[in-house]
Every structure is written in structure tokens, then in C-alpha cells.
């Protein structure tokens, strides 16, 4: 029946991207082009990621009317880093409520300057989208939601959502990437207990659990395919385009894609901000979640890193993207005669 | 003929508020809810604004297809303030271009803790929308667009173009306000002098000058009224939803919503981006600049303001206005149902 | 033999304080006087300090010719804290000289209003005097010095030292405090694993071994009597004025004390380098090591600290010394009429 | 009469130099070590300070008792520069007591990192040997000593001080430096101007009065011999050596000696004061003020500064003559065998 619908639409040409097959090919060339760049480097400071081939390039697609589109290695597994960070916070949100996950973390950039200084002027850390504000976001997960459940139902609780998010497509652990990750955790200890200090936590959290937590998230995988259901589903409001389940409340949504547009990329989140002007969240897998409100959501992916470790390949895509469609945030859909409205 | 127009569109209710009439009864609602508050100072640090009414509250409201409702104190003159900075921003990357003008001011948020620091990494003030950026803008208007143009013709050269944006509607100029921000005006001087040591002006800047020009923007007086059609211009991508003028080019547009977006509303700004989710820019005044890209713009007006410089009826109605109207940029279009659409 | 070279300088009125027995009687004017101070609050982050009277009030006094002179609680073990901080200091120049302990740790103050910014432009702890310092400055001890020895000899070493200063006299050590501080650690945990990401211990370090140590080094007990002595021992180049020991090298003796100068007082510092002008460290046991280089030493001890953590009566009764002897290091030593030169 | 004092002491070998021949001469061979030393580069900011050759090289003292010795360019005269802070302050010391002065600026070094920061907590300059604390200083000399001399006496009242300072030697004023200070003055114009915002001033101040008062200080002239008189006033508790008038009270000399202590080298005063342990201020004319209390005043002066703006030559000098001689301020007295006593 679903696939009626799908048809249906396609014949009477409602789709968001009503000409999706022209579509796909700029897409493709854009794709092509950003192949040839061959800058950056891949993240080293744990062997598993050092590992990956620079050579990885793989972008996918999915409308919130569900139509797909991939290219390149969209079908090969990774951990998402910090690219689960949006998603941990969706959690959250959908499940406490944007005002108790707010009274324990920011919802502001910290400002490009004094990334040393972890905590905002409440004493909390910035938002969620910067590793002190996930750990608390972890440490939310844990001890507010269910708190009797045993560790190993809290990851399934998380594990589980992802799976919705990405309307049960390829969600997996990397247990190696686990364990690197906590054996090389100085800057994550060092946050931790400087946010223990302050009081950041609710009350009588183990440290400990809730790092392991909160590298576990770091340590789960998606490839671009699913990852971009993922995204669609930020896109559509929070219900997957895949399923139609209703995954998250548009609430969540809605403050989830606002701190992706202004924490999202590191410290090049203010300038991504300006120039490209979508909601997005990279990693330092070379993954990037990146949300066209409305319209659709992608997975780009590349291991090559910049200094601010954003993925190069995924950056200047993005670029690319905004520079020949309407979907800069604040392109005016009437009268932009330089861009196309797909 | 223009309201023939107007008239068989309204007939179709092809308006982009086909229930205008609904809605305007929604918002006099909030304009009323708003009233009852009476908090906020008045500003002081100048006798002329000192003197305003706490009991002034206009909102004027004008769509992008020139529809129009004011109620309140919608026709009493005030001065510009910072709302200028959006202005002579749009102005100056209307002229030179995003690439010359970002060369002198940067693209991002301060950061609230740090306020005291003048200077981004690159040795340019933050952004446009703070007093440092303002005056590095207005230097730029009087240097690189028409160098020869004497003083009164570089003034009348931007009244022509706030004139153009407003629709031709009320621009008025205070000259004792402009007096006494001459004469209290430590902090700029300090800024500008600061900003001349380390290179920022444009060479053989004359610094006298162009803190006067800088002031003399900021002594610019609208209405409510006016005020709305200039927001509107810059909703509709840079043409006057009045006159059909393409005052703006619709790239100059995007880059002032989107640097409105994330830096409008002083200390503020990040929280406002958080919860209001639309580009706006205050002053000192008690106005407030507000656009709903694609839909409209907003002129609120109210003396009182809080302790980060933000009109407290203002922001008052913004949250209002963004609870019952899908308006926050990132609400779904079309899966928010607790939201209205008009 | 030793007392009859006492005896006949006594009689020469060869010592460095002729008048000793006066001098000593307005000492005592001024410890009574403090004693009427009922301001500060003990430390209460561990139960063993928070336990401490807060009416305890002890000065002992040593000359370096090893004239003596003690008032109040001067008998009363308690734990050393940051009082220890100059003396781990002094064992790492003596054994590995200034050279290579100031690669690993700054000799400056670190600026009042910076306190959470934890390493300066070399990426090192600003000072020996600071929590991070210290810190560094014990895994300096434990790698450097002699690597192989087993913890506890690693302990016997430094303890050895602890009581060669103290010529002998009472030091002990609080398992029960050293137990406490361990659980009580956040603070310095994330030190110590912001500086291990930052690359500042020596390799391989054991962090928690390294925390261990500092730790017990912190519970370390004297009691006003024996620090006074160690205080001596500075003021007099190294050598204990009670044994003739030459513990010291007087280089490591002159760092030691142009740091507990500039640094010794946690942010009242440089108020107390300006007003009193001695060299000087306090901790949070209420203690104060007070050195009169060329003269004598002071230990000061009562548990009330004010909100900069010194102890109150302790600073106080230096005021006091300065205002009636002309012991600021910089009163001039011939015109200075209104001060006394005893 | 005078002469017979010098003479017979000198004969009872009571100086507090009593072999002075043999110390002159290795201050001699410091002074030739030194002039081997071409590194470091002339002030460049104004052309009456890069004229300057870059052999200059010239070494003054003069002992508490009035003994003297000069080698090189000692009786060219050199604008002070910053080497005027120290004086100024003293004066203001002595005529308004610490009390009264340091309501206005503060007591402490202001920390290497954040020269930025203007004000501390207390929204003061830091110290009075930063060019923020030094304005104010001249502010307060100018507003409240004696309010209604008119501008030139004060400037005779300045000059009066500086010359009883110096034994009535060369004191003279560069009116070139002066207006070429003024021209090229956007720092200490921004300085001031924020200084004034947050009301850092006494009332009512004439910002641009004050700015050429403090112009004028910074332009007074002195050579080696005049100024090492004057820092030999300040070793010597301020009476000068050489008239014996007491032109300083010992409580403001104090005062002066323990900020040149911690402040006096600009962003190496704290590795001055660890590695030389002396009072000293230096200005970008390439002069140092050294004050050894109770024995000595010196001036070093040779243009070529280092990247943090001291005379390269100044600084090795002081770093050889604290390695010879026991005059860092925490050597031991008796017990620095490797180090001779003069």
C-alpha cells in the first residue's frame, strides 16, 4: 500500500523534489568532484580510526516522502564519534523535556576563542553537541530516565532508538574502537572530573559508567545509508520517512536541529553557520549528519579531516550544495534567481 | 492597478497569511498580553531616551505580499539604535560584496563570556552586529564605496537607501540624540582607537569622522511602521513588498538574517536563536527588528528594556508568537501539531 | 659545646636578634591580639579538617643562630596541605637542579582572574606553588630522582628530607586525611589528566601513583615547632639552624623563596608580596610558613581561613610583624624610622 | 665638609662598598662582555626613538653613600619612557599616601596572558608600571595634589621632583618624543577612553589633558649618570645619596620597590624577578632603572630591545651581575659560597 502511495505521488509529481531523477545527477557530479580532493587527514589518535582508507568517499540521500539516492561507499560501516551526539541529546529531550536536559547543559556556542574553558557562567557545559555537554547528556540518559534498568538495558534503551532513527537499517558496535577509546580518554577524564567538581551531574553518578556510557555511544556504527534515514527523520519532524514512526516529538526536533546549526561543526560551527546555513553534525570519523528541513537528510562521509576535524570532502560538498540549490537556511525561496529550487 | 492585484489575490487567498484577518486578531491577542508587563528600565546613559514613555508598545507588521496591520504606538518616531546595523551591513555588502566586507569584520558570535575582547583570531571585530563591527562597517561605507563623496553626500547616500527599504515611509534623523552619543561616547572611542591600533579600518581612515557617521546611523528615527516594511524587504530577499523595489541583492539578504540570526540580540543571542529561532536585531531604543523569511517582517517597539539591552515586551512577544505559530526556524512545516500555520 | 658557642654570642649580643627577649614579648603582644580575631571558617571538604577547633592559635619562631621562641598550640600535630608545596619544590631543585625541573613547571604567578586557565604559553602549570605544579613537581620526585626505588622507599626519601629540615623534630603522617583527600579528588584528577593530554609529566607516568604521592606528601604532619625550624632552614641558605645540617644548595633555597614570594598565598599573592613582602606559603590546615631570610623563620597556625583560604589570624599577625619591625623586603634598612630594627 | 665624610670613611673602609676600585672593574668587564651582544632591534613606533644608533651602551652607578662609576654612553641624554612609571608613582605615593593612590589602580601583575584585560576585579588598572596604571597615576597627580596650578605648573611641579631625585643632575624634556607620542597614541587613547567608561578616574578629568601630562612624563630626558642617581634615591630609602635630601618617605620608596619587584619588566617581569631578584623598570628607550636597597642605584641604557621590549643588553647585564654577586634579592647572605659579597 505504502508503495502505492509512493507511486502514486511520483505520477502526479508531489514530491518534495519533484524532479528527483535531475536531481540525483547534480548530486552525482557534485559527489565526483569532491572525489578529487585529496586533503586532510584521517584521525590517528586511536589506531581503529587511523586505519581507514583516505579514499573513503560515500554520500546518501533520503527525502522525507522516502525517495533515496547513494553514491560511493555508502554500504561500509563506521562509528559515528561524535556524530551521535545530536542523537543522544534527542534522546534526552524527547524522553525529559527540553527544560530538565537544559537545566544541566548550555544551548549556546562557547565561543571560538576559549574552548579551555569548559563550563558557561551557570557552571553548566556549553550544549550538548561539544564532548563535556554529551557526557552530561549520557549521564541524563542513565540516571533520569530509567534508573533501575542494569547498564546493559541502558544501552539497549539507546541502541534501540538509533535503530528507530534509522528505520531499523544498519546500526552496530565496534567494541575495539570501545576500548581505544577509553584507554586514551585524558581530555574526557580531565572533563569529567572537572564537571564532578562543579557539580554539573545529577547526583551519585559513577563517573566511571557513565564515560564507559558515553564511549559505547561514540563507539556505535552506521554507514551513510542509514545514517541519512537518520537524518531524514531530524528533516521530517521526527518521524521516519522510512516507517512513518513517530520517533521523536517535533519539539526535540526542533531544539536538536536549532544547536546543530549553531554547535555543530566544531570550531568551524559559526562560519558553516554563515557560509553553508543547514544544520549539521560532523565526527571525527569523517562522518557528517547533515538536515535540509522539510526537504531531506544525507550522510556524507570521508575519514580525510581539516584542522578543525570536519570532514574536507564533507565540508566542501556542503558548500557545493548551497551554492547551486536554494538550502542555505536563509536563501529566499521566491527570489534567489542565482539558485535552483529543486 | 497594484491593488487590483492585491485585491484578486486576496479574492484567492493566494496570501502567503491567507486568514489575515484571523491572524491580525491573534496577534493584537499577544500585543495585549504584552502590555500588562511592566518591567525593564528605560534606557539612560542619554537624556533624550531617558525621557521615552515605559508606557510606549507598538507592533506593525507587513507581509511579503504587502499586507499590513499595526496596533499601539506604531507612529511615534524613535531612533534607530543598533537596528541600523543590519542596515548599513545590508548596504555594504550590497555595494562590495560579502568577500570585501568580511575581510574587516568577522562572521560569528563573540561568545557571551568574553565581551571584553575587541578582536576575533584574525584581528577583525566579531561581527557586524556589535558596536565594533557597526563602526568597522560604517568606515567601510564611507571609504570604499564612493571615497570622494563628501560627508552630507555619504549621509544622504544611506538615508536614500534605508528611504528605499522602508518604502519610501518615515526616516527621520535626531540630531540631539546625535549630540549626546557624541558626548557619551567613551566606549566607542576606546573600540575605535583599539581597532585603529591593530589595523582594522580601511588605511588613512579619518577616525573623527567616522565615528560621527557610525552615530549618525544610529540617530536615524522610524516608526513602527517603517520599520516593519524595512524587515520585510529583507523577509521578501531584498525587495520592498511596498514599492516592488529590488533594494537588496537576495545573497546581501542572506547574510544579514543569518548573522541576525545568531548575533542580534546582544548577551542574548544564542538563547534568543534557541528558543525564538528567528533572525531579529534590538536596540537601545526598545526596537526590535524582526523577519520571518518568506513571510514577513515584524517592527515591535516598547522603551523598557531588560538587563542584557533587549526590549522586554519584545521579547515577550517573540516567545508568545513562536508558541502558537509554526514560525521558530526549525519548527516542521508539516508535523507540528500543537503549532498553528497561517 | 654547641650551647657554649650560644652562650658566650649571647653574651657578645652577637645574634641576629641582639634583644631577643623583648623582641619575643612583642611578639607575644601581637599573637594576643590576633587572638581576639573570631573570623573565618575551618576548611570543610574532608571531616578530618572540618574537626580542627577553630580556636587553635599557635607562633613558633626560629632564628638561624637557633634562638627559639613558641606561643599557644604549638605542639599540636596537624597536616602540612599546601604548606608542603615549597618543600617538594625544594627537594626537586636539589637533586635535579633549577634547569630541569623548569622545563616542566613555570615560575610565574598566574594571574588572579585566570585561576581556571591551568597551563601558561608553554604548556606547563604556572608554578610549584599550584595544585598542577605540585603535582607536576612530585612526579618529577618519583621519576626523575631515582626511578627504580619502590613507592615506599620513594615516601622514606622524601620523608627523610621533610626531617632533616625540620632538624629532627616532629613529622608524622595522617592516613586518615591522605584517605580522605583521595576520595575527595576531583579538582586534581582533572588536573592531572588535562596535563597528561598536554604532555607535561615526564613519560610513562602512573597517574594515580603519581596522585597517591601527592596526596601523602599534602598529609604530611608538623606541628608550629618543627615547621618553624624547616622555615629557618630557608631563611638561613639551606643549613638547619638547630643541626648545621646542610640540607639545601643556596640556589635551590633562592628559588624556593622568590616563588613562595610571588606565588605562596593562592590569589591574595600579590597583595601579600606588596603589603607584607615576605616570602611565604599557606595551606589549608591554617598553617603558614613565614621566611625572614637572613633572620629567621615562622610557623603560623590557626584552622579559620578567610574566602582566599589563608589562614586569618595567620595573615594578620604578618601584618602586624611588618608594621613594627622593618621586616618588609623591601623597608629600607637604615631610614625607616617609624619601624623597628631589632 | 661633605668631601671630609667621603674621604674618612672611605679610609675606614666603612662604604657600603668597601673594596670599590675591584668592584668597578669586573662591573667593567660585564659592561664590555655586554657591548659583544648585537641582538634585539630599536624602537621603531616613532622616527625620534629608530634614530637612535644601536651602539649606544652605557652603564651608570652610584652607591647610597655616593660613590659613583660610569662606563660607555653615559652623558647622552634618552627620553625615559616608561622608566618615568616608577617616579610618578613615587611621587603620587608620597604626596597622596598608598591609601589614597591605590583606590585608583592596583597592587599585583596583571599575568602574562591577558594584557587584554584592561582592569582586575576591582575595575583598576593593574599596576602602576602598565601604561592603564600610569595614565591614572597622572591623572591623580594632576587632580589631586593641587587642582588649581595651572598646566604648566604642573609640569614644573613633575619636573621639580625628578630633578631633586636626581641630585640636580640632567634632567631634560624631548618636545619631538612629545608630539610624536601624541601622534601615534591610538592605544593609550583607547586605553583611556575605557578607562574613563568605567569611571576609573577621578571626576571630572580632561582625558586629553591628561593623556599629554602623561606625554610629557614619558618625553623627559635623563642620561645614565642622572638616572642612577635617582635609582640610587631609591635604594637608599629616598634620600638622595649625593644631596642627602629626603625627598621620598620611606613608606612610598617601599611601595615603588616591591612593584618594580613583581611588575616592572613588562611580560618578563615575572622571570626578572625568579632569575634577577632586583627592583627595575625598563622603557622602550632602551633604559633600566636597577635598584639594589641599601647599596645601590644603577642605569643601564642601550637602544636594541627583545621581543617583549627590554634592552637586550640591559637584561644580560643583570643576569651576569647576579651571577657574580650575592644581590638577587633571596641569595643567602652568609651562606652563598659561590657568589661574592662586594
Redesign the interface.
Known amino acids: 500500500a505504502d508503495n502505492i502511495v509512493l507511486i502514486s505521488r511520483a505520477f502526479l509529481r508531489q514530491f518534495v523534489i519533484p524532479e528527483f531523477e535531475e536531481f540525483c545527477s547534480r548530486i552525482e557530479k557534485i559527489y565526483n568532484k569532491c572525489k578529487g580532493i585529496h586533503l586532510g587527514k584521517v584521525a590517528s589518535y586511536i589506531p581503529q580510526l587511523e586505519r581507514m582508507s583516505p579514499d573513503y568517499w560515500g554520500v546518501s540521500l533520503c527525502t522525507?516522502d522516502g525517495q533515496r539516492f547513494s553514491v560511493g561507499d555508502t554500504k561500509i560501516p563506521f562509528t559515528m564519534q561524535s556524530c551521535s551526539k545530536p542523537l543522544t541529546y534527542a534522546i534526552a529531550l524527547n524522553e525529559l523535556g527540553s527544560e530538565v536536559v537544559h537545566r544541566y547543559v548550555g544551548?549556546?556556542?562557547?565561543?571560538?576563542?576559549?574552548n579551555?574553558?569548559v563550563l558557561?557562567?551557570n557552571k553548566r557545559p556549553h550544549n550538548p553537541m561539544v564532548n563535556a555537554g554529551a557526557i552530561i547528556v549520557c549521564s541524563l540518559l542513565m540516571e533520569l530516565i530509567e534508573k533501575e534498568m542494569s547498564l546493559a538495558e541502558k544501552f539497549d534503551y539507546v541502541n534501540a532508538y538509533f535503530k528507530r532513527l534509522s528505520g531499523n537499517e544498519y546500526i552496530g558496535f565496534n567494541n575495539a574502537v570501545f576500548l581505544s577509546e577509553r584507554e586514551n580518554a585524558?581530555?574526557n577524564?580531565?572533563?569529567?572530573?572537572?564537571m564532578?567538581?562543579n557539580k554539573c551531574f545529577p547526583e551519585k553518578i559513577n563517573l566511571r559508567d557513565c564515560l564507559d556510557f558515553y564511549f559505547q555511544c561514540c563507539s556505535m556504527e552506521a554507514d551513510c545509508e542509514s545514517m541519512s534515514v537518520m537524518a531524514s527523520t531530524l528533516a521530517?519532524?521526527?518521524?521516519c520517512p522510512i516507517t512513518g514512526d513517530?520517533v521523536l516529538k517535533?519539539?526535540a526536533?526542533?531544539?536538536v536541529?536549532?544547536?546543530m546549526?549553531?554547535c555543530g561543526m566544531y570550531d568551524y560551527s559559526?562560519?558553516f553557520?554563515?557560509?553553508v546555513?543547514l544544520?549539521a553534525k560532523s565526527g571525527v570519523c569523517g562522518g557528517m549528519l547533515v538536515v535540509i528541513?522539510?526537504v531531506m537528510g544525507l550522510c556524507l562521509w570521508s575519514p580525510p579531516l581539516d584542522a578543525l576535524s570536519n570532514s574536507v570532502r564533507g565540508i566542501e560538498f556542503c558548500r557545493e550544495l548551497v551554492n547551486i540549490f536554494n538550502f542555505?537556511?536563509?536563501?529566499?525561496?521566491?527570489?534567489?534567481?542565482?539558485?535552483l529550487d529543486p
Not at 556556542?109 to 576559549?114: D, L
Not at 521530517?236 to 518521524?239: C, L, T, V, W
Request: proline content about 8%.
Open positions: 522525507i544551548q549556546e556556542p562557547s565561543g571560538r576563542m576559549f579551555e574553558l558557561d557562567f585524558d581530555r577524564n580531565a572533563l569529567a572530573y572537572y564532578r567538581e521530517n519532524g521526527g518521524i513517530q517535533p519539539d526536533v526542533r531544539d536541529l536549532s544547536l546549526h549553531s559559526g562560519q553557520a554563515f557560509s546555513g544544520p528541513p522539510n542555505h537556511r536563509y536563501d529566499n525561496l521566491k527570489h534567489a534567481p542565482n539558485k
